[in-house]
């Protein structure tokens, strides 16, 4: 099997494994009765520590945005802004965002801002995205990914809204 379609599959199971098995097993913070049901909670995954090979790795940010709650996150209310530092570029059309979801994504300088166009709700489960980079060069950075930045949506749980992942980029 060649290299290439090696990585295909690799790349293609790790994701269908992140949908199967990881958004299943999202917990949802406990909620007095007064609250539950009555606010949504977004919530960010990006947490890692992740090392890639310039040469040989396929190089991409990744983040998975879900809502927990019966009550649903109307269009355009959901914001995901990911900041880039200086030698790590978002690719412009390499942006994917994987679900039942929709999300209209742009890039001004090293910021991706992901805003939600279609509604979100707990039993669409969450929305994983992959963005591809340019990488200046070897280097050890960190990648912040935020869900709702500006506080705008009320929600249940305003804990889990950032994550950050750490790269070492490596030749």
């Known amino acids: ?45 990006a947490t890692a520590d992740v ?44 942006i994917q965002a994987l679900g039942q979801a929709s999300w209209s994504c742009t890039i001004k300088g090293n910021v991706l801002r992901c805003v939600n166009t279609t509604e979100l709700r707990q039993s669409l489960g969450a929305t994983y995205f992959i963005v591809s980079l340019s990488v200046s060069g070897p280097m050890t950075t960190t990648v912040t990914s935020t869900v709702d930045p500006a506080n705008i949506l009320q929600e249940m749980n305003e804990g889990n809204n950032v994550g950050t992942t750490t790269y070492h980029f490596v030749q």
């Open 51 to 94: 090392t890639l090979n310039l040469q040989t790795s396929v190089l991409a940010h990744r983040f998975i945005v879900g809502v927990n709650g019966t009550t649903p996150v109307a269009p355009g209310k959901a914001v995901a802004v990911v900041s880039f530092p200086a030698g790590v570029q978002p690719i412009p059309n390499g």
């Open 1 to 45: 099997m060649s290299v290439t379609r090696m990585r295909r599959w690799t790349r293609a199971l790790t994701i269908a494994a992140v949908l199967a098995v990881g958004l299943t097993s999202l917990a949802i913070p406990a909620a007095t009765p007064a609250e539950a049901g009555s606010l949504p909670d977004l919530e960010m995954h």
